[in-house]
């Protein structure tokens, strides 16, 4: 199978420097954004159920809410079968 539209033309060459990427340095100074808030019937050990992918429909535990403002959730596994996962808060009640 070909690649739809039109293939992305790249040349190689000798004796230029290439560019920098600025985009590199630059978030060095960045500040982090501020982690999601939860929503407030959400704690450490309450029972979720999931709303949408492979799960749904099946309660989960929350564990804990990851750096990236996603929940950590598991079934257990050795109980319902879900394996610990990482879920946006908006597909768990």
């Known amino acids: 199978m070909g690649k ?7 040349f190689k060459t000798f004796g230029k420097t290439s560019k920098r990427r600025s ?22 050990g309450s029972v979720l159920i999931l709303l949408a992918g492979r799960f749904r429909g099946r309660r989960v535990v929350f564990l804990k809410q ?3 403002g996603l929940l950590l959730v598991t079934g257990p596994y050795a109980v319902n079968g879900v394996p610990l996962r ?3 808060q908006r597909f768990c009640i």
């Open 86 to 88: 990482r879920v946006n």
């Open 4 to 10: 739809a539209g039109q293939a992305r033309q790249v």
């Open 66 to 68: 990851l750096q990236s």
């Open 23 to 44: 985009g590199a340095l630059k978030t060095e100074g960045k500040q982090q954004a501020a982690l999601t808030k939860l929503k407030k019937n959400i704690a450490p």
